[in-house]
């Protein structure tokens, strides 16, 4: 297994490399930064708007290009997460709790630097996976039914306890019941009956994810801006925006568990189909924060908070390809349309890809890995230009903030629906923030809700009712015992800081 591994990789790397794939590459991790940076633009739209484009390109090709630019995106939206306060896709959101805090305290270079090298790490980890034990994996992903994802997002929603102080943790439950209760706004999926949508046809569907991020992170900023300009949530127009951008070896020491941490969940959650790069980021976050010493200087601006997150999310690339070229089944949205692409070639995903076009399935591996590196580079030359943004006025910055969030928010359907959502979470933001209410577990609730719903559903018609169900397989009893554990920890863990504080 280990020599044909070994000769399937070179077979690979012989039909991958060339100037003309390496140059679709470059082409699609550039435009990949960009569509990521961009609020609204999701990586998922990135891969569905260049699909067209790789219909005269060898199959190698115009994956290699689809490949580049599904890794740019992922990395290119922790770009205006940290400067903006803007996560660019959904996958960055929990990098604004560090990143942007970072930039306040004008180390907004430094945390890109660490966002860089971390997706770097997290984006080759979860590549060198998916090469070598991709089919093991996949057989993994296969044992999960809906008991064992119904009790994933009850083990993700446990991460409110560690996203929420533990002077607001009721507020941080508050919120997150919150984020639940507007999950459940739409049509039932079971049973078909519209909830809380008031007669608005707009509603049907529920409320979309990137629109309610958008009006939580970047229009509340804009409206804070507007109505304190002076405030401390503007942006400071600090001079050492630029120098040492990339960590120092000792920064680097210091986080390494973190970024290991961070790069297997990541790429465990890639590989659960159904799963994203947002659940993974949080769920990342949470366990660097439980591991830390210092739980409490998450959210102030400290690069483990921001390593954390890039790590996990970039690396959900490979594992999301891992049950999508092995059995045909996508990871996430984004690799849904990269299915599409693969199968616009010919190409059927499942275990005879492997060894009937090993030599396409193999280069289009090794591209990823080229573009991490590629990704690298050009994030590395842009350390020098992103943070001037920091330097354009409030009086300019606003106006393109609000031009960002409404567009973005329209784009994902063409709907101004959408834009009143965002409207609408943009003034529920700044209201929450004014009382001490964290976001982070509205967003959380949000994302889980529905999977969490479904797979309550679906289990509960499974067992004909019978809660057993999820108690006698064993991984969804594995994963209650986690999520009661996540809890207890957690909860120690703040009432020991409140003894410390106390005896200090």
Known sequence: MGINLLQNIALGVVSFFSLTNLLLIGIGTFCGIII????GLSTTMGIALFVPFTFSLSPIAGLAMLGGLYNGSVYGGSISAILLRTPGTAASCATVFDGYPMTQKGQGAKALGIALVSSFIGGIFGAVILLSLAPPLASFALSFGPPEYFMVAVLGLTIIISLSDDKSLIK??????????????GFDTIEGFPRFTFGNV???DGVSLVPALIGLFSFSQALRLCLKPDSKNAVPAKSNLIGNALPSWTELHSIRKTLLRSSIIGTIVGILPGAGADIASFVSYSEAKRKSDRPETFGTGIIEGVAASEASNNAVVGGSLVPLLT????????????LGGLLIHGLNPGPMLFTGRPDVVYGFIMSLLVANVIMFVMGLAGLKIFPQVLRVPNKILVPLIIVFSVAGSYAI????????LMLVFGVIGVVLEHFNFPLAPIVLGIILG??????LWQSLI???GSYAIFFTRPISLVLFVLSVASILYALFNKYKQQLLRRNA
Do not use: C, H, K, R
């Not at 529905?450 to 797979?455: G, L, N």
């Open 36 to 39: 990521g940076a961009m609020p």
């Open 172 to 185: 941080g439950f508050l919120a997150g019941a919150f984020g639940l209760l507007i999950a459940t706004v």
């Open 202 to 204: 707009g509603l049907y």
């Open 327 to 338: 059995l045909g089944i996508p990871g996430n949205s984004a690799s849904a349309v990269l």
């Open 413 to 420: 359907q063409n709907s101004f629906m959408d834009v009143s």
């Open 450 to 455: 529905p999977i969490a719903e479904d797979a």
């Open 462 to 464: 499974i067992s004909n």
